[in-house]
């Protein structure tokens, strides 16, 4: 029989290369951290916060940053006696409405055992009961609701919350919202009202370029990895691969992670670029399936979509092109489509999970669009779709165009 041995070859503390690692300084976001700092001052100074909103793609930072400052505010804030600071975190990844938002606050403030039931109240009801648990802390309170774009357009208590001391439902507690989204169109579809309040200061995080990526992975690699355990050119190659899909501090983490893990599974004392190519392979083949994973039939239908056109070399493409080769889709599938507002919808969805790419295109009079294109490996999207929609014959049609275009 064998037995369990402890590895130490590769990594001193892989956790360091981990999502739920906490750096003790945040590199390569300082004009960021600055402008953010200004917005936290109020607190501070004893006045009413400001509502933050953050906007930017997976992996920029968003939440680490608000994370990293947060704990540096409430350290700081117990040096003045009349500043009493409470922070709330939540993640809207499944709570799609107001009301769902709202319960799992109310539940959030109280003790085990009083929690509200998931149904069966008045939306009203439930404001209601929120308010008096916020009224209960006192103080300042800072509400983070990370993710917030899952809410959609079920967006009361975005509008309300924000403005619950002017209207009367608080008296003792003074309430600040931090909004966080990787949706870069959800802004633009809030109700004017709620993005009044909401976007009262708002701080975009743009994706990470190689340099900066490279940064960053030196330093956490310094904490991560052995002495003499990376080869040359293994950090910049992550960062460059990372730079060029998705700008994503996250996806170079992995990049490194996972290489590290192939030279440990080989034997290899050292982490080379040919394992960097290897766990880029298996990160693409990991996105594509976890995001299908999580979409509906019509979700994968927009997916098809966008392969199909990128199968005749016709990207970046609109979103109106998509939503017709959707429509003609669902007809094959003898399904009915969705409007287009939905069909928006399952696109931002894609681009959460960094299977598609997104760029906004400023057409002048006419307004701005957005057009898409894929952001995985042409093959592992279509191998996926294979293997997930009853579309067989369309499939080999886009197999065909594919290997025309010389794409496979």
Sequence with gaps: M?????NRSTFVNKDALSESYQPHQIEERDEEIAVYMDALQPIV??????????????????????????????????????????VLTLNCNT?????????????????????????????????????????????????????????????????????????????????????????????????????????????QFPPYEAPELANILASRAAVALNDGACDEGVLNLCAAIAARDSGSARQALDLLRLAGEAAESGEDEVIKESHVEDARQKLDAKRVEEGMRELTVHGKLVLLAIVSKTASRQIPCRGRDVYDEYRRLCAKAKTDPLVRRSVNNHLSDLRMFSIIDATENRSGSRGNYYSYELNVPFQSAVEAMGDALA?????????????????L
Excluded at 2 to 6: D, G, K, L, V, Y
Excluded at 47 to 68: D, S
Excluded at 180 to 195: E, G, Y
């Design 2 to 6: 064998t037995s369990f041995e402890r």
């Design 391 to 407: 579309l067989g014959d369309e499939l080999v049609r886009i197999r065909k165009r594919a290997t025309q275009n010389k794409m």
């Design 45 to 86: 100074d004893g006045w009413e916060p400001n509502n933050i909103f953050l906007y930017g793609n997976t992996g920029v930072g968003k939440t680490a940053v608000t994370e990293y400052l947060l704990r540096m505010l409430e350290a700081d804030v117990e040096a003045y006696d009349d500043v009493d600071l409470s």
């Design 95 to 203: 709570l799609t409405s107001s009301y769902q938002v709202a319960i799992a606050m109310v539940n959030t403030l109280r003790e085990p055992g009083d929690e509200l039931s998931a149904t069966g109240y008045p939306q009203r009801t439930v404001f209601t009961k929120l308010y008096s648990e916020l009224e209960a802390l006192g103080g300042t309170v800072l509400v983070v609701l990370d993710e917030i774009d899952s809410i959609g357009d079920r967006d009361e208590l975005l509008y309300e919350l924000p403005r619950a001391r002017a209207n009367g439902y608080l008296k003792q507690t003074s309430v600040g919202v931090i909004g966080i989204s990787n949706d870069l169109q959800f802004r633009d579809q809030l109700d004017p009202r709620v993005k009044d309040t909401l976007c009262e200061r708002e701080l």
